[in-house]
């Protein structure tokens, strides 16, 4: 057993930079197609072509660098988990958090519970090969492997998500057509105009972008302004996980089970245009905060990094706080105490209020276990998926439909896609999203 915890954590050591850098990493490569100016009819496969020498050379490094030490690992015999890794091969951080938590044995229990669910997703994903191919299955639905209480609870949720999303394919494969049938597309200049028209009657609307892309944050201000444009009599309220809310004492032994934000005691103060430590706050999509604050926008934070940091000393320094299942979760039930708290001090005086949230798509689909329209699914919030250059891979399309149908062609104008007829929002749930704006690559954003 303590071999097998030693071999995962020299993996995972290599492999986690990874996942924490991988957007920023692919941006270039996502930016050089665009740039290349292909043909649209061979668009696809000339972006496809792009980034899969990048993705499968990084595979073959990391096998290389992992191989060796698995290998090793082995064969090792030692009673101790720390004792099989090599001291220069550990952070202090996490050489200090493996002698804290595995200093002579592990506790068997919970490592027969973490086996017990890591053999649970073996047989799951036997029965369901159709789908495994899917973004979530092989990220947040991933077992954590090195056996802690933060695991268990992980792997639980992550469990019976995974289920649910299989559950949600084949009901998907058994509708008329997957759904194609039922999807409207509209392209070019003005789907942005369109997308806001769609959106003018909802109370709450959900914006999950792809991160780190200059394209989707100026989408993202064309639209709230274009809403605003729109409706010049009714107040709208900007919800983000990218600003953080004040920092709190807390003790240094707090836990996840213990801590708890009273989210009603404290006033939620909006950034405002006149007060330059407010731009201060700001270290994420600096212009369209700018652009917001400066057209009048309410805005206000709903990251509570208490919670981050927690959850990272819990779950250990071999995962983020920031792509766990279990930590996402929380982190999204406070954003939506806030959120709660805030809505109805605005109904009060606004009962007509137009409530956006804006956050990366992992809180925001509706495919994700807790993530952020489930909260307030009284208010049916409408989804939206913010990308570039292609639909997200983190919606159900790419499991169901054939890759080479147009709509996964490289997009070189604005495309806006949304669900149509009487199973309409049945589709946006099981698919992640109720609307999808997709923009190209822009050649003066590049430059």
């Known amino acids: 057993m303590t071999t097998r915890i030693a071999a995962f954590v020299l993996g995972a050591l290599f492999i986690l930079p990874v996942s924490v850098c991988a957007q920023r990493q692919l941006v270039p490569a996502v930016r050089a197609v665009s740039r290349a100016g292909v043909a649209e009819a061979a668009g696809k496969n000339a972006a496809k072509a792009a980034l899969a020498p990048s993705a499968a050379a990084f595979a073959k490094q990391l096998a290389s660098k992992t191989a060796p030490v698995h290998n090793a690992l082995r064969s090792a015999q030692n009673q101790h988990a720390v004792s099989l890794v090599p001291s ?12 804290k938590h595995y200093p002579k044995n592990v506790n068997s229990e919970i490592e027969r519970q973490n086996q017990a669910l890591i053999d649970e997703f073996v047989r799951v994903q036997n029965e369901n090969g159709l789908y495994l191919n899917h973004w979530l299955v092989g990220n947040l639905y991933k077992p954590m492997e090195l056996p802690t209480t933060f695991a268990v609870k992980n792997n639980k949720m992550a ?14 494969e058994q ?39 200059d394209e989707v944050q100026l989408a993202v201000g064309e639209l709230l302004v274009e809403l605003k444009r729109q409706n010049p009599s009714r107040r709208i ?10 920092k709190k004492p807390v003790a240094k032994d707090a836990s996840l089970a213990t801590y708890y934000r009273r989210v009603n005691s404290e006033p939620l103060v909006s950034l405002r245009k006149d007060n330059p430590a407010d731009y201060n706050k700001i270290d994420y999509a600096r212009p369209l905060f700018s652009l917001l604050l400066g057209s009048n926008f309410e805005v206000y934070p709903l990251e509570d990094k208490t919670i981050m940091e927690i959850a990272h000393r819990e779950q250990g320094p071999l995962y983020q706080a920031e792509t766990s299942l279990l930590a996402l979760s ?12 805030k809505m109805a001090e605005i109904r009060k005086t606004d009962p007509d209020a137009l409530f956006v949230v804006y956050a990366g798509m992992a809180h925001t689909s509706w495919l994700i276990p807790y993530s952020i329209p489930k909260f307030f699914a009284p208010e049916n919030p409408a989804v939206v998926e913010l990308t570039m250059t292609f639909p997200s891979d983190l919606n159900a399309l790419y499991t169901l439909w054939d890759q080479d ?8 104008e604005p495309s ?32």
């Open 175 to 213: 509708f008329p057509a997957q759904g194609l049938n039922n999807m409207v597309d509209v392209y070019g200049a003005g789907a942005v105009r369109v997308l806001a028209k769609q959106l003018a009657n909802e109370k709450m609307i959900v914006l999950g972008e792809s991160h780190y892309l």
């Open 330 to 341: 929380l982190r999204n039930k406070t954003w939506a105490r806030v959120m709660e708290s």
């Open 159 to 172: 469990l019976t998500s995974m289920k649910h999303f299989f559950e949600k394919m084949k009901w998907l």
């Open 88 to 99: 220069s091969g550990l952070s202090y951080g996490l050489e200090a958090w493996l002698q």
């Open 237 to 246: 309220v900007v919800f983000t996980e990218f600003l953080d809310l004040p």
């Open 416 to 447: 806006l896609h949304y669900w149509k007829g009487e199973e309409a929002h049945k589709l946006g749930q099981y698919t992640g999203f109720d609307y999808m704006l997709v923009v190209p690559a822009d050649e003066a954003v590049m430059d």
């Open 405 to 412: 149908w147009p709509f996964f062609n490289v997009r070189f």
